[in-house]
Antibody
């Protein structure tokens, strides 16, 4: 079964950092792009960042550009997102989502999400 | 950049049809064929229901269909069933700068 599992969420103070992981099983993650999508409590979905299958291209939402980075270790079938300079409005469930093959513009497999809470 | 615009709520009785709209601009919905729709039940991860405007992934019932006209995309759910009650989000590719935009979401209630 194709599956994504996120980890690394938790409670962090404003200005702090976290590293989220997204581990794939049942398929080779390097063949696909991957995005992070977040959902603040009671709110809608917000695309955050994306990385190409090779890792050569990365994209970020304006709200996180310069604070978040995304990388991948294809040998571990895992994608990471480093969250720095965290703010209260970064509080959300963070989902990783696999891009469909070919065009890669839709997300066909989602993880269960990991909660990030930014609070003092 | 503002999210795509969806009605906050929609409803229908079992067996009826309901259509949810998703309005963007020529820089996203109107500019590309890459509109997708996601279903999210409470406490669950989103599920892809439609991609590339009107294509259903394997396993999605054919009661779900998608279309697009100019800057507005639509999701139609025919023959409503109780399990269709969920939040629905549209999304569109928006170029390399903005990449993907989501709509604000529509809560579908089956009466």
């Amino acid at each position: 079964e194709e599956q994504l599992v996120e980890s690394g969420g938790g409670l962090v103070q404003p200005g702090g950092s976290l590293r989220l992981s997204c581990a794939a099983s049942g398929f080779t993650l390097s063949n696909f792009g991957l995005s992070w999508v977040r959902q603040a409590p009671g709110k809608g979905l917000e695309w955050v960042a994306a990385i190409s299958g090779s890792g050569g291209s990365t994209y970020f939402a304006a709200a996180v550009k310069g604070r978040f980075t995304i990388s991948r270790d294809n040998s571990k079938n895992t994608v990471y997102m480093q969250l720095n300079s965290l703010r209260a409005d970064d509080t959300a469930i963070y989902y990783c989502a696999k891009a469909r093959p070919a065009t890669g513009k839709a997300f066909d497999i989602w993880g269960q999400g990991t909660m990030v809470t930014v609070s003092s | 950049q503002a999210a795509l615009t969806q009605p906050p709520s929609a409803s229908g009785s079992p067996g009826q049809s309901v259509t949810i709209s998703c309005t963007g601009t020529s820089s996203d919905v109107g500019g590309y064929k890459y509109v997708s729709w996601y279903q999210q039940h409470p406490g669950r991860a989103p599920k892809l229901m439609i991609y590339e405007v009107g294509v259903r992934p394997s396993g999605v019932p054919d009661r779900f269909s998608g279309s697009k006209s100019d800057n507005t995309a639509s999701l139609t759910v025919s023959g409503l069933q109780a399990e269709d009650e969920a939040d629905y989000y549209c999304a569109s590719y928006a170029g390399n700068n903005n990449y993907v935009m989501f709509g604000g979401g529509t809560k579908l209630t089956v009466l």
